[in-house]
């Protein structure tokens, strides 16, 4: 079984860096590296090795920018990257998608994963279990191997 993140608005605040929208529209990447986490990383991070110990497979399925061409997209990518290995350096995702805007995430669902978004549509067409991007850290302690 796969826990999934997305990134923007469930553990990254990318919303909450000024002028967001207009620095994506003039394709600047800038603010998937500002935004600052949404939840204790460090916490976080303990957590998720300790799942991960227990068998669970840790992945990240986020999109591009909705209106991005190819090389921004990229530049996109790169930055989100580097923004999960400095806010997250001691996790070692076993899988991280990086997706044009709009993609189904469900996509990637083995038929029983776990789905942490922000965006009720994401959550609603998983077939897994999603929950939204409130109490992660509680949601994921009350998991069957860490009770």
């Known amino acids: 079984m796969t826990i999934w993140f997305d990134m923007d608005g469930t553990i990254a ?3 909450g860096v000024e002028n967001w929208l207009p620095m994506l529209r003039a394709s600047d990447p800038a603010p998937y590296m500002l935004a600052k986490p949404l939840v ?3 916490a976080l991070a303990r957590v ?3 799942l991960q110990d227990e068998g669970y497979r840790l992945g990240v399925i986020s999109w591009t920018s909705k ?3 190819p090389a921004y997209n990229a530049e996109v990518t790169a930055t989100k990257y580097a923004w ?3 806010h997250l350096p001691s996790v070692i995702f076993d899988e991280i998608n990086i997706v044009p805007y709009g993609v189904n995430k469900n996509l990637f669902n083995d038929g029983n994963d776990i789905l942490f978004d922000d965006e009720k549509p994401n959550r609603e067409n998983w077939t897994g279990t999603a929950y939204d991007a409130d109490n992660i850290l509680e ?3 009350s998991l069957p ?3």
């Open 40 to 42: 204790r990383l460090s």
């Open 139 to 141: 949601t994921l302690k």
């Open 48 to 50: 998720l090795n300790r």
């Open 13 to 15: 605040d990318l919303y």
């Open 84 to 86: 999960l290995k400095r």
């Open 67 to 69: 209106t991005g061409t």
């Open 145 to 147: 191997a860490l009770r």
